[in-house]
């Protein structure tokens, strides 16, 4: 009863799922075999100590529709049967991209900043959407960076800051500097609940 898969996933999925052979034996076969869970947008899979198993398991983090029974049976299907194996959804943390952007004077701004906001939001394959940041890895502020300005138009990047609340709710800042920012193991960076403001222009991105 799921929609198919649209053709930019199958591409980059594809190719990963291949390698597991009909038997997933490490975690990055479990992790390809999660991301084609229907309804599974993002995903990160890990080994480690589980509280409330008491026991080290396959732990799947995953950002889409609640799948924890079809995400587990995906991969008990191809793993041995005795593998502990875990799957919960991934932490969402709510998040703002602000962008001050120096427009070449001879474009005109509002089309630029209406590329740029399809780069950052385009559906499937924005940047800031799941599917493009993943779940526990960064955003960094050269990949933000590449992509804003290989918008033609775009001159500058003057100003950037993201804000987002954390685990615990608490509010944190990332400004100019650093590499970006990290919203750690288990979970992503929400700008569909969250949005973007670009020269002063806010976009909702849900």
Request: aromatic share 8%; glycine share 10%.
């Amino acid at each position: 009863g799921a929609d198919a898969e649209p053709p930019d996933h199958v591409g980059a999925l594809a190719p990963r799922s291949a390698l597991v052979l009909g038997r997933a034996v490490s975690i990055p076969d479990m992790n390809a075999l999660a991301s084609q869970v229907p309804g599974v947008r993002a995903v990160q899979t890990t080994w480690g100590w589980q509280a409330v198993q008491q026991r080290p398991v396959v732990q799947c983090w995953y950002a889409g529709t609640p799948l924890e029974g079809a995400v587990i049976g995906r991969l008990r299907a191809m793993t041995e049967p005795t593998t502990p194996i875990s799957a919960e959804p991934a932490n969402p943390l709510l998040a703002y991209l602000v962008l001050q952007v120096r427009v070449d004077e001879r474009a005109s701004e509002s089309e630029v900043l209406e590329q740029v906001f399809e780069v950052l939001g385009a559906e499937d394959n924005g940047l800031l959407r799941p599917e493009q940041l993943s779940v526990g890895q960064p955003l960094y502020r050269s990949q933000l960076s590449t992509d804003v300005l290989a918008v033609p138009g775009t001159v500058a990047i003057e100003f950037s800051a993201m804000v987002w609340l954390d685990r615990l709710g608490d509010l944190q800042w990332w400004l100019q500097d650093g590499y970006g920012a990290t919203p750690g193991i288990g979970a992503y960076f929400d700008f569909e609940n969250g949005g973007v403001i670009v020269n002063g222009k806010a976009r909702s991105l849900g």
